[in-house]
């Protein structure tokens, strides 16, 4: 037994930063960010806007979809790297807000791979039997994090959050290949504030913003996450043909048509909203399962694969059936 999706929700903040508003704010241009990555506009958190708010908005509007009650959820995962508040974490916060009081809560970190490992960690414990409903929700305030003073990263990034509902169901099919390669952790790093070397001696104060060796992380996923496709695709005994959608973290445009090519499968099979959101780290897979769920591209019994990959190093993929 595992879960299958019942119902996504989504919450962009307010705030949209398009590219020539960048371009006002720092030397770079629309045809620069548009042409290396793709992105053309990202939204960007306002205060109350936090992790944890736009996190219990996902969940709820996931929870209407999938017309389950909050009392019936019996876990909240948020996979987040972003959080404003170290304690309590976001998932205990999204319980208070939505009132999933049944709720088991806690927060998991693994950067841009985190909500594909949110939703294998909650996949194990339905497999389990010891929960039956589970929430399971990617959110990330990255502008925070973002050094507004380095163009080669601070284009790339955007705020936002997605969630899923997963229930546990005896026909569901759910299966998982992911890796970790430590060693290549340098490649994407960010410290933290309360480091107090960083705040009391005010040394590389850049180090409690994201910092990127960008063609390191370029290589890693166009290499990797073709890989471990092919992996689970093998596990299941699938051909990538039989497969409608390929949802991959949206990192890069370059990137996924990448991995299209590397695969020799048609890009129109892999969806894309990055133009619009930027990145967004562990929450855009469920952003963009949202999005195609709520265009009605997603029909019943359909193969999907989702793939993220990203700080860690971190990469995987999982299959399942719509
Ligand atoms: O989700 C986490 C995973 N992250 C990723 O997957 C990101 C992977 N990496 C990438 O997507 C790409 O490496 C980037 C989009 C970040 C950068 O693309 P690139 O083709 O590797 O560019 P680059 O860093 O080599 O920079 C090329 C040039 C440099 O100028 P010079 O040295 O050639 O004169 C940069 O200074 O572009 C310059 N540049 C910019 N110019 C205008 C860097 N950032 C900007 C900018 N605007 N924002």
Redesign the pocket.
């Known amino acids: 037994m595992v879960g299958k999706i019942k119902g996504t929700g989504s919450y962009r903040p307010v705030q949209v930063w398009d590219n020539d508003k ?1 371009s006002h704010m ?4 629309d045809e ?2 548009r042409g ?2 793709g992105i053309g506009q990202r939204h960007i958190a306002s205060q109350g806007e936090t992790v944890a708010y736009m996190a219990a908005r996902a969940a709820g509007e996931a929870l209407r979809d999938a017309e389950v009650r909050p009392e019936e959820i019996d876990l909240i995962l948020v996979s987040t790297m972003s959080s404003e508040r170290i304690m309590p974490c976001a998932a205990c916060e999204v319980q208070k807000l939505i009132g999933a009081t049944g709720a088991t809560c806690f927060d998991l970190n693994s ?2 791979t985190g909500f594909l490992l949110a939703l294998n960690t909650a996949q194990a414990y339905l497999g389990q039997h010891i929960y039956k409903r589970a929430l399971v929700i990617g959110a990330e305030v990255l502008s925070n994090l973002t050094n507004w003073q380095d ?6 990034f955007g705020d936002g959050a997605g969630a899923v509902v997963l229930e546990a169901e005896e026909d569901a099919v759910y299966i998982q290949a992911t890796h970790s390669i430590g060693k290549g952790g340098d490649a ?1 790093t960010c410290t933290s504030r309360n480091q107090p070397e960083f705040v009391e001696k005010g040394t590389n104060l850049s180090a409690t913003y994201m910092q ?1 060796d ?2 390191e ?2 290589k890693f ?1 166009v290499s990797k996450v073709p890989e471990v496709i092919f992996e689970v695709l093998e596990k299941a005994g699938k051909t990538k043909e039989e497969i409608r959608f390929y949802m991959l ?1 949206q ?2 445009q ?2 996924v048509s990448s991995v299209a090519k590397h695969m020799k499968e048609p890009l129109e099979k892999y969806p894309m909203n990055i133009e619009r959101l930027g ?1 967004t ?1 562990s929450a855009s897979i469920p952003l963009l399962l949202d999005e195609w769920k709520k265009r009605g591209k997603l029909n019943p019994g359909d193969w999907i694969v989702l793939s993220g ?3 860690g190093l971190t990469y995987g993929a999982s299959l399942m059936r719509w």
């Not at 720092?26 to 241009?29: A, F, R």
């Not at 163009?151 to 790339?156: D, P």
């Open positions: 960048l720092m030397e770079t241009s620069w960010i290396r990555t950067a841009c163009r080669s990263t601070c284009v790339l994407l990127m960008g063609k992380v370029f996923a973290h990192a890069n370059r990137i990145n780290s990959f990203g700080g």
